[in-house]
């Protein structure tokens, strides 16, 4: 697998809208990381709520990497790591500080004392996400989880890009700042939802225009080489395949800049897209 795809697509199969049941995720999730494309896949995300229900899913020398979804209050997330099976490793936790409209901070305060209590612990600190919403207070949120990265604490940013109402797509300049943001910072971030296909695309069934994760590599790319917001929106904002694939091409052994990846419901199609567009081929990744 190109390094710049290794360990794009987070295995988001219980998530909407595949909603796959956990037994069926994991039985997939195990085929996926035997499969000639394992690098493409990132760790199987579950809801915290889930994690006790692992470990009956499991052979007994099985091990298994997971990304935590925060659907718990953060303050009950100790709790439930704690008590995680050993053959579980939590490898990041990811989580809501606070809805559209509130002040993320004290969801930003509770997500990193994640980070102490880990270690008090004795496990090893996960990477922790702080899904920010894209309205009032963003810059702060964005400022103080660049400044406790820079302290040591293993916390990267997170952004919707989709759901089930219109207003859960950024448009390309909204999202094209947060990137430009994000690079003014040095700061990683992870993007969650609606990125389904690797080009800028408009769903026929809900009429809602999605972002391409292949646009987002490219337009990422741009930001860390110096592109400022204009520019990174006009990628973003593409849909011409010649305009993205090369860019993308040429960029194949590099390691991904800033942009973490995305969790998907389905590994098949970004895969799919991957190979359509010539970026990937099988007999390569052999």
């Excluded at 295995?11 to 394992?38: C, I, K, Q, T």
């Excluded at 499991?58 to 659907?71: A, F, K």
């Excluded at 109402?165 to 994000?182: G, H, N, Y």
Aim: one cysteine or more.
């Amino acid at each position: 697998m190109p390094r710049l795809f290794a360990g794009l697509v987070d295995d988001a199969a219980v998530f909407p809208p595949g909603n796959a049941s956990l037994p069926d995720a994991v039985a997939a999730h195990r085929e996926h990381r035997a499969a000639w494309y394992a690098d493409l896949v990132g760790p199987l995300l579950v809801p915290a709520s889930a994690l006790p229900h692992l470990p009956a899913l499991l052979g007994p020398d099985e091990r298994i990497e997971v990304g935590v979804i925060g659907d718990v209050p953060i303050d009950r997330l100790p709790d439930l790591l704690a008590a995680v099976d050993p053959r579980v490793r939590p490898r990041q936790i990811e989580a809501a500080v606070a809805k559209r409209g509130e002040d993320p901070s004290p969801g930003l305060t509770a997500l990193l004392d994640l980070h102490a209590a880990a270690l008090r612990g004795g496990a090893p600190a996960p990477e922790l996400y702080a899904e920010v919403p894209l309205t009032w207070g963003l810059l702060a949120a964005l400022d103080r989880i660049a400044e406790a990265r820079a302290a040591g604490i293993p916390v990267a940013a997170k952004f919707r890009t989709g759901g089930l109402a219109a207003e859960l797509f950024p448009s390309p300049a909204e999202l094209a700042a947060v990137i430009r943001a994000c690079r003014d910072r040095a700061l990683p971030f992870k993007l969650t939802a609606g990125l389904h296909h690797a080009l800028r695309h408009t769903d026929p069934e809900t009429g809602f225009t999605h972002h391409g994760f292949v646009n987002v590599l490219v337009a990422t790319a741009a930001a860390t080489e110096g592109a400022e917001v204009a520019e990174i929106a006009e990628l973003l904002a593409s849909g011409d395949p010649l305009r993205m694939v090369e860019p993308a091409r040429v960029r194949r052994e590099q390691d991904r800049a800033l942009w973490r990846g995305f969790g998907s419901c389905s590994i098949d199609e970004p895969l799919t897209d991957l190979a359509q567009l010539g970026l990937i081929n099988h007999g390569e990744s052999k």
